[in-house]
């Protein structure tokens, strides 16, 4: 099972950059690359009782590592399948993670209403 890429120590809305995708060994866990592994743990998971401001800001903050950060995507994708409850991974926060999986499972049962009815064809 794959180990946080950064560590729960404290805890973020900036849209992701694209970064060049960088060569890497395919058989290392997508996390060896994670940018967070150095220097940026404490911005990605909330200290008790943080004022708003304050985590707004923190998670912003964040979202600018994630947003350089070449697993990005690997990362986000590991928080919404386990799914991660806290902090800001893949760029995205825990209650932004909560949406995209809301939409998911909104899709999901649209497109099986869809193959029930006949009006789409079952995959496979
Ligand atoms: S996307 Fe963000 S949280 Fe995920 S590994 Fe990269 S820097 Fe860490």
Redesign the pocket.
């Known amino acids: 099972m794959p180990q946080p ?2 560590q729960p120590l404290q805890v973020a809305a900036v849209r992701p950059q694209r970064v060049p995708v960088r060569e890497r060994d395919q058989d290392a866990p997508w ?1 060896s690359d ?3 592994r150095r220097d940026e743990a404490g911005l ?1 998971f909330a200290p008790s009782k943080e004022p708003t401001a304050a985590r707004l800001s923190r998670e912003e903050a964040a979202k600018r ?2 947003a350089r ?1 070449p ?2 995507i690997e ?2 994708e590991h928080a919404l399948v386990q799914p991660e409850p806290y902090g ?4 995205l926060t825990a209650a932004e993670r909560r949406v995209v999986l809301a939409r998911r499972r909104r899709r999901d049962l649209e497109l099986q209403k869809a193959r029930a009815t006949g009006r789409i064809a079952a995959a496979g």
């Open positions: 890429p950064h996390h994670a940018v967070c990605f590592v994630c950060c697993v990005m990362c986000r800001v991974w893949g760029g």
